[in-house]
């Protein structure tokens, strides 16, 4: 049988290569990538306690490879391929995303490993979003749009047929991977030359500048690839100091004690030249570099109360009067452990300890005994996905435009999943699955 590489090598491959394919391209993210390496390492020096923490859980050494990608599809067939593609990878999609409520003419997807094990050794997540083109107000723009986007080809003939390859042997082997790779890359590398005149671009871009990007280019070029910090204020105070101009505002929620979900902030997007296909030299504005800060998974009744509390809170031009704010209204959120986990604000992997190891839980236990008397421990579930609104203040400050509501643009997850080609996993349902074989591994069988 042939020995085929693990899909876990692939998409650490991958990761690897686009990272140091994205560097060439934005030298500004290698400097980024340095500074969160910076603040990560102060960070663990000066609080011992989170680093035995991460240690423990078996976190610690995916903090240095973890990355996130943002790519946007204009088709079906390319999103559908794309899934193909990061099957490879052992990605898969998890959760849907309508970014159109904030003015944004797409909905989304995140293709990401979703075992812990898989997590534990590479957690590469693509946020991927699909044109909604029914947004296009015109409607001789609008086909003119399609007819340019179903004319390219973002996926090499190489691509296609390595994804083949993979598909009916099961796997490939490392020389066939490595090719993989090379030739995968190759759909999201950047491309000054457009597919388009330059009065169609200006068009397109009129309609919304997120489209203009879309449909002009030969690929699904990366516009930003996002490193993990575990202190983003720091990380934010510090870009300007190596000459990284950081958006005003950092999205999500607010610094706590115990840190939920996801907060992010990037460097503004940069103006690149781009050549039309009339020979008019022009200019695009779509690439930035972005930074995240994860914490814990909320459970349904957990996001509701962090959904009411963001949109009670507002936003701002300031970030230190927005972030005062944020954390004003969300002193009605919980802020420790505890209440979070007795609350079921929060998803929570168990694990004995030392002295539940030696002493086992026995039936009839519940897991506050077990707790109190030290033989179990309780730490909060990574959020591992994404947030709509800051996913859509992080376009909209990046590629200038106001934000509107549109009526048209409802949520379809639905016609999402026909372009997949396949359902989007329940993120809600993979944490609750995360927390329950915990507490099976632990012989606990309580709900």
Known sequence: MENFLSSDAIRTLFSQAMSAMYQQEVPQYGALTQLVSAVNERTLEATPALKDRLAAADELARLSVERHGAIRVGTAAELSLLREMFAVMGMEPVGYYDLSQAGVPVHSTAFRPVSEAALRRNPFRVFTSLLRPELIDDPALHARAMAILDARDIFTPGCRRLIRRHQEQGGLNARDAAAFVSEALETFRWHAQTTVDSTTYHA?????????????????????????????????ALMPSRGIEPKVLIEGPPRRQ??????????????????????????????????EQRGAALTPAGRALYDRLLAAAGSGSDNAQHQQRLSEVFR?????????????????RYRLTERGEQQPPRAGESVSA????GRLQAEPIVYEDFLPVSAAGIFQSNLGNAVTTREAGHAS???F???????VQDEMALYAQMQQRSLIRCGIHEG
């Open 204 to 236: 397109l871009s009129q309609q919304h500048r997120l489209i203009a990007d879309v449909v002009c280019f030969r690929g699904c070029h990366i516009n930003h690839l996002t490193p993990r910090t575990l202190d983003i204020d720091r990380v934010q």
């Open 258 to 291: 115990v840190p939920i979900l996801l907060r992010q902030t990037s460097f503004k997007a940069l103006e690149e030249a781009v050549h039309f296909s009339d020979g008019t030299p022009g200019t695009h504005t779509a690439r930035f570099g972005e930074i």
């Open 332 to 348: 009605d959120f919980p802020d420790d452990e505890e209440t979070l986990r007795e609350h079921q604000l929060a998803w929570f």
């Open 370 to 373: 077990l707790l109190q008397a």
């Open 413 to 415: 997850q639905a016609a």
């Open 417 to 423: 999943e026909a372009a997949l080609g396949a359902s």
